[in-house]
C-alpha cells in the first residue's frame, strides 16, 4: 500500500474520533417558541424565535406526531445546527407529511429541548415568484465583508516548491492564487498549518541542546509579505526532537501531532520564534498586522495525541511565550473542530489573555459563537472561523459546484454583524494533506485549480468583492423568501452604482447537482433611484454560465488533465459570464424591474449604473 493511502486512510478513518473527554458543565436551554413550517414547491421553510444564550439551533424530523425525532440531515458530514432561521427543507418528499421541532444549541456538546411540533407538506406544483425589492434610497452602513481578513492554504513552503503537478509549477500557481486572493478579493492575511514542521529545520537538538534554525521561516514569511499578505501563525506542528511521540503524525507530509517531551523547551521554541519575527519584521508590523494562534483542531485525535488537558497546557504555554516578547501580539485558539473546546478553553485559561477565540466547522453556516464569550465574561472577543467550507471531506466533488459557491454566499450573508472572520478553507488545489491532485476536477478544496482555472466558489466570492460600500435595506417574499433564495445589496456613496446579488440554494448536499424543483422565478424591484437611464449589468454563475468544472464535464472524456487544445477551452471559459449583454433601463418614479428566472443552484449579480 502506498504511502499516500496510508495517510488518507489513516485520516479518514481516526477523523470523527474526539481526541479526549474535555468535561464542561452541562448547560441546558428552554425549547425555542413559535415554530411554523410554511410549505412550498419541492422546499418547507421553517422559523421560529430565538432563544437568549443560544449558539445555534438544531431541526429534527419525524414521520409522525409521535416520532420519533432525529436531527434533519443536510449532509454537510459536520455541524448540522444552524445559527438562525429560516431554514428550508428540501430532504422531503412533495405531497407527504413530516414533522418538524426545533432545540435551542448552546454549544456543539449541549442540546436543548424539543420546541412543540409542527406539520408540513412540500408542495408539488409551482408556487408563487419571489419577489425582492431593493431600496436604494435606504443605508444600513459599512457592508460587512467578512471573507477579506483571512483565507486558508496549504502549508505556506508548498509555495515554494518547484515540483510539478498535472505539468504545473506548484510553488508558483500556489503563489498566484495567493496574490490574487488580495487583489482580487480583498483578502488581508493568510493561515496555514506546519510552520514549525521539521521541512523548515526550526528545531533540533545537537548533543541535547536545542539548536534554532528560522531561515527556512524567513524564506516563506518574505514570500507571504511580497505577495502583499500578512500570515496568521498557527504554531504547529510538534519538531520531531521536541515530541513526546514523534511517531504521532498525520498528513502525507508526516506532521507529528504529539505534545513536547519537554514543556519548558516548548515556551523557549515559541518565544525564541516570536522574537525572530519581531526582530526581523518589526514590533509594530507583527502586532498590528499579523496574529498567532495556538494548534489546529487538537479535539479530534488525528491532529493530537495528547490528552485535552494537555492541549489547555499547550495553549497557555504558547500564549504565555508571545505574550512575553509583547503583550500586545495578538493570540487566540482553540482552533478546533465542529466549533469544540470553545467552553472548555475559556474555563481552562480562566483570565489568561485571549484575543480572538477561533474555530471550525463544515457544512453549515457558522454559529453564533456571542453567548458562549458572554456565559464566560469575555464579550467583544473577536470571533474567528478560521477554517469554514462546504465539506471536510477531501476529494469531494460537492467542492466542484455551482452549490458549493451558493453555499458560500449564504455562510457570509449569516455572518455578516456576527463575527469578525470567515475564512475559507483552501485557496488553491495545490494542497497535499493526503496526496496531491491525481485530476483536474478531483474535488479538491481549492478555490482555485491546478492550472489557476477558477472555481465557482471563487466566482461566489469575487460577487460579493464586486458589491459597493454602502448596505441597502431589501425585502423578500414568495416561496422559499429568505430561506432558499437569498439577497444582498448595496450602492456606493454617490448612488451612482447600486447591485443586487441573489442566489437559489440549500444546505441538503443531496441537491448538490441541481433541482428543477427548486429553480424559481426571481422579480427583482429597485425602488428610490434617482430617475434617468442606468446600465444594467447581469452576472449569472450556474451550470451554464461561469462554471468551468461543467465544461471539463462535457469536453473532458473521463480523461484525468486536459490536452493543450482542452485547456485553451477551459480557460476561454473561465470568466464571469453575463446573463445577457448589457442594455440601458430607465427608472421612473425612482423604480426599475427585473424579472428572470434562477435555477437551483444559481446566483445572479444584477447592478445597475448611472448612465452619464
Request: glycine fraction near 10%; include cysteine; charged fraction near 25%.
Amino acid at each position: 500500500m502506498s504511502s499516500e493511502i496510508d495517510a488518507r486512510t489513516d485520516f479518514e478513518t481516526r477523523l470523527g474520533r474526539a481526541s479526549g473527554d474535555a468535561g464542561g458543565a452541562e448547560l441546558a436551554l428552554p425549547a425555542p417558541g413559535g415554530l411554523t413550517a410554511r410549505p412550498g414547491r419541492a422546499q418547507v421553510t421553517l422559523s421560529w424565535e430565538p432563544v437568549d444564550g443560544a449558539a445555534g439551533y438544531l431541526v429534527h424530523v419525524a414521520e409522525s406526531a409521535d416520532g420519533p425525532f432525529e436531527p434533519l440531515d443536510h449532509q454537510g458530514r459536520d455541524v448540522l445546527s444552524v445559527p438562525h432561521g429560516p431554514y428550508a427543507d428540501t430532504t422531503g418528499t412533495p405531497g407527504v407529511e413530516r414533522w418538524y421541532a426545533v432545540a435551542a444549541v448552546a454549544s456543539v456538546d449541549h442540546v436543548g429541548e424539543l420546541s412543540e411540533a409542527v406539520p408540513a407538506v412540500a408542495a408539488g406544483a409551482d408556487g408563487e415568484p419571489v419577489a425582492v425589492v431593493v431600496d436604494a434610497g435606504s443605508d444600513e452602513g459599512e457592508l460587512d465583508r467578512p471573507w477579506a481578513p483571512m483565507i486558508g492554504s496549504e502549508h505556506l513552503s508548498h509555495a515554494l516548491s518547484i515540483d510539478r503537478t498535472g505539468g504545473h509549477e506548484i510553488g508558483a500557481e500556489l503563489r498566484a492564487a495567493l496574490r490574487a486572493a488580495h487583489e482580487e478579493l480583498g483578502v488581508e492575511t493568510v493561515r496555514a498549518h506546519g510552520i514549525l514542521c521539521d521541512d523548515l529545520g526550526v528545531y533540533r537538538e545537537v548533543d541535547g541542546e536545542p539548536v534554532y534554525d528560522f531561515s527556512g521561516v524567513d524564506r516563506v514569511y518574505d514570500m507571504v509579505l511580497e505577495l502583499g499578505l500578512r500570515p496568521i501563525v498557527e504554531i504547529s506542528f510538534m519538531p520531531r526532537d521536541l515530541a513526546a511521540d514523534p511517531s504521532a503524525t498525520v498528513f502525507e507530509y508526516g506532521a507529528i501531532i504529539s505534545p513536547p517531551k519537554d514543556w519548558d523547551r516548548w515556551y523557549d521554541l515559541v518565544r525564541a520564534f516570536v522574537a525572530h519575527l519581531v526582530d526581523r519584521y518589526g514590533l509594530e508590523e507583527v502586532r498590528d498586522r499579523w496574529a498567532f494562534e495556538v494548534w489546529n483542531e487538537a479535539n479530534l485525535e488525528v491532529f493530537w495525541s495528547g490528552t485535552p488537558e494537555e492541549f489547555f497546557r499547550l495553549h497557555s504555554v504558547a500564549a504565555r511565550a508571545v505574550k512575553d516578547v509583547d503583550p500586545g501580539l495578538r493570540v487566540g485558539g482553540p482552533a478546533s473542530a465542529a466549533a469544540g473546546w470553545i467552553d472548555q478553553l475559556l474555563g481552562a485559561i480562566g483570565d489568561e489573555p485571549l484575543d480572538f477565540v477561533s474555530t471550525h466547522t463544515y457544512g453549515s453556516p457558522p454559529l453564533d459563537l456571542r453567548p458562549v464569550l458572554a456565559r464566560h465574561g469575555r464579550e467583544g472577543t473577536p470571533i474567528w472561523w478560521t477554517e469554514w467550507g462546504v465539506t471536510p471531506t477531501h476529494f469531494h466533488e460537492v467542492s466542484e459546484s455551482v452549490f458549493a459557491a451558493v453555499f458560500l454566499l449564504r455562510g457570509m450573508r449569516s455572518s455578516m454583524g456576527r463575527l469578525e472572520a470567515l475564512s475559507y478553507w483552501v485557496v488553491s488545489d495545490h494542497f497535499e494533506e493526503l496526496g496531491r491532485p491525481p485530476a483536474l476536477f478531483h474535488g479538491g478544496f481549492g478555490l482555485r485549480t491546478v492550472g489557476e482555472l477558477r472555481k465557482p466558489r471563487w466566482w461566489a466570492l469575487a460577487m460579493l468583492a464586486a458589491l459597493p460600500t454602502r448596505r441597502l435595506s431589501v425585502r423578500a417574499s414568495g416561496d422559499g423568501a429568505d430561506s432558499l433564495v437569498e439577497s444582498l445589496a448595496a450602492s456606493d456613496p454617490s448612488g451612482g452604482r447600486v447591485a443586487a446579488l441573489v442566489w437559489n440554494g440549500t444546505l441538503d448536499q443531496s441537491k448538490a447537482a441541481g433541482s428543477d424543483a427548486l429553480g424559481r422565478r426571481v422579480e427583482l424591484r429597485f425602488t428610490g433611484l434617482p430617475d434617468g437611464a442606468y446600465e444594467l449589468r447581469h452576472h449569472r454563475v450556474d451550470d451554464d454560465h461561469s462554471c468551468v468544472p461543467a465544461v471539463w464535464r462535457r469536453i473532458g472524456g473521463g480523461a484525468a488533465w486536459p490536452t493543450d487544445a482542452q485547456w485553451a477551452e477551459l480557460r476561454a471559459a473561465d470568466r464571469l459570464d453575463q446573463l445577457h449583454p448589457p442594455r440601458t433601463v430607465t427608472a421612473t418614479g425612482g423604480v426599475v424591474e427585473v424579472a428572470f428566472d434562477l435555477p437551483n443552484p444559481s446566483m445572479s449579480l444584477v447592478e445597475l449604473v448611472a448612465a452619464g
